[in-house]
C-alpha cells in the first residue's frame, strides 16, 4: 500500500469508454487505447491491502488482488504481472471479459465505490504483454503421458496450458474451424478483439500445444478411439444447448437464437463473410432474454444498422442500491447496471417503446405474429408481476422484422455423440456428472467448465481448467504441484 490514504484521497475512476457515435461505426472495443495506463496506479492506490481481503475470496480464481494492487501502484510492472500470472492464466481476456465479483467483494465497497479491480488486472496483463513478460514457458521434462482436451473455450484452453507446463503431451481438440469456445464465436470483438485469443494461442503452441480445429469428437473422431489413443481425456465441451420459447409463431422466418446470430456476426470480423446472413441491418429487432447474451445481441444489432432494437427482461428493473438486507456485501448482488451496449442504445435512442436504455422490464412474450410469407413482423407481449403471472390489460405489440432468443443454455450440446459414445452419466439437470476429483464414471475421462458446471462465467472456466488439471496431472502421475482453486462444489458467493 504505497499511500496509506488513497482511499480516502482518490475517487474511483474507470478505464473511459470512447463517445457512443464514434464506437457503433466500428468493431473495435469501446474503450479509449491508452487511457487506462495514466489512471491506473492512482487507482491501484486506493487499495486498502486488508487483513481479509475478501476481493480474493470472492475471485474464483483465488487472484492476489492486494499483492498486485501494490506492485501497480509502485509501478513494478513485471511483478505485478508474475504476480496475476500465478493464479490466472489469461488475466487479458477475464481484465475486459470478467463482471468482477472481486469488486462486489472489495471491503471500499462496503461505503465507497470499490477498487478498479479489473482495470488493474486489464492494465497489467497488458503491459506483460507490452514489455514481454510472457514469453513461452515450455516444460524442461517431458513425462511421456498424453492429454486429449476436447474444447477449446477458456477452460480446455487454461487446463491444456497448465497440462503441457507440467510436462504433459496435450492435443486440444475443437469442432469450431478457429479456437477459442465462446471467446472466438459468440463473444463480440468490441467486447475482446480477437488478437487478444491469437497471442495467447501462439504462447501455447510454442509451448507445445498441439491443436486440432475443425475436428468434432464423436463425428470426425471416435470418442472410444480418443480415450484409448491417449492417457486421460478432459471433456470441456461447453454448454451450447440453447433453452427454446415455445410460444405460437415460434417457427416464422425471422426468429433466431442469440448464437445462431451473433457467431455470423464474429464471422464478417473474421473476413469471412462481407455480410452476416441475419444481419440485423434496416430490420425492426427485438430481443427475447435481459442477460449479457442479450446485451451482446443490442450492441451487434446497433452495430450492423438496425432500425430499433428492443431487449424484453421478464424480472422487474432491479434497484440501483445494493439491498442490505437481501444481498448483503460481499455477495455479487443483482442491481441494474449500463452495459456499454445498453449505453449506445440509451444515447442512440434504438427503442422507442422503452423507457431508458433498450430494456422493457417485466415483459413476457406471448406469441409471434407473422405475414404472408411465413415472415415474423410482431411481437405480441404483456406485463408480468413478480410471480411472473400476466398483468390485465397490459397487452401491447411490438414491430419485430427479426427475434433473438437469448434465454440461456441448458448443458452440453449432445448432438455429436460424444456424451453417448463414451457413456458418460448426466445430471438430472443435463450436465456432465463427475466426482469430488473433476472425474467422470469413465475412468481417465474428466469433466470441467461449462459442461458440467453449467451455464458460467469465463473466471470459473479458467478456474475449472486450472483444477482439473491438477486433478489429471495427480491421476497420470500420483501427485501434483499444480494450483487447484476450486472443487466441482464450489459456488458464487451468494446468499
Ligand atoms: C454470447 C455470450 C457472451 C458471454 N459473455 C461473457 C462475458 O462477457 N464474461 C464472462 O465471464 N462470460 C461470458 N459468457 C460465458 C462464458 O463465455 C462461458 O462461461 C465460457 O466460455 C465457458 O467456457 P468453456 O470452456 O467451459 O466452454 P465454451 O467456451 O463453450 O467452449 C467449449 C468448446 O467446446 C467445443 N466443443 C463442443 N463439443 C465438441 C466436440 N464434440 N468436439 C470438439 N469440440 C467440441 C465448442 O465448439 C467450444 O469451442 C458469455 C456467454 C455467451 C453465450
Ligand atoms: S478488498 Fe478491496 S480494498 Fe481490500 S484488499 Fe481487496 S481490493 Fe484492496
Known sequence: MADPKGFMTTPRQEWPRRPVEERVRDWHEVYVPGALLPIVSKQADRCMDCGIPFCHHACPLGNLIPEWNDLVSREDWRAASDRLHATNNFPEFTGRLCPAPCEAGCVLAINQPAVTIKNVECAIADRAWEEGFTSPRPPERLSGRTVAVIGSGPTGLAAAQQLTRAGHTVAVYER??????????????????????????????????????????????GAAELRSRYDAVVVATGATAWRELPVPGRELAGVHQAMEYLPQANRVCEGDLEVSPLSAAGKHVVIVGGGDTGADCLGTAVREGAASVTQLDIYAQPGTERDEDAEPWPTYPKLYRLSAAHEEARDLGTAPAADADARLFAASTLRFGGDAEGRVRRLHLVEVDAGRRPVPGSERTLPADLVLLALGFSGPDRSDGLVDQ??????????????????????????????????????????????????????LTGRSRLPAPISPYDRPMTV
Do not use: C
Request: hydrophobic share 45%; net charge positive; charged share 25%.
Open 422 to 475: 463414451l457413456g458418460l452419466e448426466l445430471e438430472p439437470r443435463g450436465t456432465l456428472a463427475r466426482d469430488a476429483g473433476f472425474a467422470t464414471n469413465v475412468p481417465g475421462v474428466f469433466a470441467a467448465g461449462d459442461a458440467a458446471r453449467g451455464q458460467s462465467l469465463i473466471v470459473w472456466a479458467i478456474a475449472e481448467g486450472r483444477a482439473v488439471a491438477a486433478a489429471v496431472d495427480r491421476y
Open 176 to 221: 469450431d474451424d478457429r479456437l477459442g469456445g465462446l471467446m472466438r464465436y459468440g463473444i463480440p470483438a468490441f467486447k475482446m478483439e480477437k488478437h487478444h485469443l491469437e497471442r495467447r494461442l501462439e504462447q501455447m503452441r510454442a509451448e507445445g500445444t498441439k491443436f486440432r480445429p475443425s475436428t468434432a469428437v464423436g463425428q470426425d473422431i
